[in-house]
Each structure stands twice: as structure tokens, then as C-alpha cells.
């Protein structure tokens, strides 16, 4: 892989990870639009298959076989569960914790659960153990996450008092 390519996903990675805070705050409103955070979740969705199928028409895509859809074990089929659960839990919670800090939390809760399954190779990826180094790094995020999510606190208990 060349170094530019490698530069570009990289650049892939950061792209996804800056839509979030933009796909919560938006989900919130509509949240508090229709009014509740469930209604949002389904709208969230529905508008994912709009844009996707599209997409998926001008690849001309093939259908995947029914073969291959009832040979997936279970676990496979989780990700639209997990996908509810964050779209939701962002609309509830972003609104009381702020962008920052929810993000900030909802990193840390990434950064544990990424060197789970990348130690224990769950889910078909490559094991990677965890390392000293790999420790220190992530330990060194949540601190980030913490300095993110709790250096807001004494001004927002100054503005209630």
C-alpha cells in the first residue's frame, strides 16, 4: 500500500469519525421535533435507506443470494441493533452532556470495547494483542476524554448557581 493511499484512508477515517458529532446534534433536534427520541431514530434511518439505495442502484450492485443471507450466523444481523442503540442514546444524551462530551464519552467507550475485539480477533478481525504501548495510548485518550468532558463542569455549575 502506498503512503498516499495509506494518507487517504487515514483522512477516510477522520471524515467518519467528524460526521458523528454533526449526525447527533442534527438527530437531537429532529428528536425534540417530532417529539421524542425514538421518532428521530426511525426518521435517522429511513433517510439512510433513501440515500443508500440510490447508491446502491447506480453501482449496480448484485443482490446478495438468499444463500448467503440465510448462512450469516445471527451475530452478523447486530449491527443495525447497535445502530439503533447509538443513534438513540445520542439523541437522549447529547442535549444534557453537550456535543463534546458526549462524543468524548462515547469515544472512551469505543477505545475499550476496539481493544477488546482487537485482542480477542472477535467478529473475523485480525488479533492484535494488547501491548504496553497500545495501553499507554488509549489510556492516554480517555484521559483526553476526561479532561474534554469534565474541565466543562465548573462553568456550567457557576451558570446554574
Known amino acids: 500500500m502506498t503512503t498516499l493511499h495509506w494518507l487517504g484512508l487515514l ?4 471524515i467518519a469519525g467528524a460526521v458523528v458529532p454533526f449526525q447527533s ?3 437531537a433536534n429532529l428528536g425534540r421535533g417530532l417529539g421524542h427520541p425514538l421518532w428521530a431514530t426511525l426518521a435517522s434511518l429511513l433517510v439512510s435507506i433513501v440515500v443508500l439505495l440510490p447508491v446502491i442502484v447506480a453501482l449496480r450492485l448484485p443482490l446478495p443470494s438468499l444463500g448467503s443471507i440465510t448462512r450469516a ?3 452478523m444481523w447486530a449491527g443495525g441493533a447497535f445502530g439503533v442503540c447509538f443513534i438513540s442514546l445520542a ?3 447529547l442535549p444534557k452532556l453537550g456535543a463534546s462530551g458526549f462524543i468524548a464519552l462515547a469515544m472512551a467507550g469505543q477505545i475499550i470495547a476496539s481493544l477488546m475485539l482487537d485482542h480477542f480477533g472477535l467478529f473475523g478481525l485480525v488479533e492484535r494483542q494488547l501491548t504496553a504501548p497500545r495501553l499507554i495510548g488509549a489510556l492516554m485518550l480517555m484521559g483526553g476524554v476526561a479532561l474534554i468532558q469534565f474541565s466543562a463542569l465548573p462553568s456550567k455549575v457557576l451558570a446554574a448557581a
Request: proline share 8%.
Open 91 to 93: 439523541l437522549i444524551l
Open 11 to 14: 483522512l477516510l477515517a477522520v
Open 73 to 75: 450466523p445471527l451475530w
Open 25 to 27: 446534534a442534527i438527530n
